[in-house]
């Protein structure tokens, strides 16, 4: 895991995406930013995303953990939550071991309600 920090910061009141998951996906992937779309900026990002990755033979599946928080997954992962800086926003982050060891956010804050995170773990498919 090569952590990368994001350069595009969410505004809503000017439509502007952030790229925390494009960072998310690059520091997970050990590839440069600009080699991995931003996902998030077309309404049709679930779809790019999971296309993109299948084209490189992986494959991304989404947990949600149980109340008592146990570890959803060992190694890293993207963990997406409510943003400390808007919550109305979701930002993503690095995780290990379901705890937060990378945001790419320049502020490291990470992110809020714990009980509500999706954990996304990214996978090699055989085709």
């Not at 149980?66 to 800086?85: A, E, F, K, M, V």
């Not at 808007?86 to 992110?111: A, K, M, Q």
Request: with cysteine; aromatic share 12%; glycine share 6%.
């Amino acid at each position: 895991m090569i952590p990368i920090k994001q350069t595009i910061f969410s505004d809503r009141d000017n439509g502007i995406v952030g790229n925390c998951w494009q960072a998310c996906v690059a520091s997970l992937l050990d590839m440069n930013l600009e080699s991995v779309p931003h996902f998030c900026d077309y309404p049709s990002w679930p779809e790019n995303y999971h296309k993109w990755l299948y084209a490189k033979d992986l494959v991304s599946i989404d947990f949600v953990c149980n109340n008592d928080y146990q570890l959803c997954h060992l190694g890293y992962h993207i963990i997406s939550g409510t943003s400390p800086r808007d919550r109305s926003i979701l930002h993503g982050v690095i995780g290990l071991n379901g705890e937060i060891c990378f945001d790419p956010h320049p502020e490291n804050t990470g992110l809020l309600e714990p009980e509500k995170w999706t954990y996304t773990v990214i996978f090699p498919v055989r085709k």
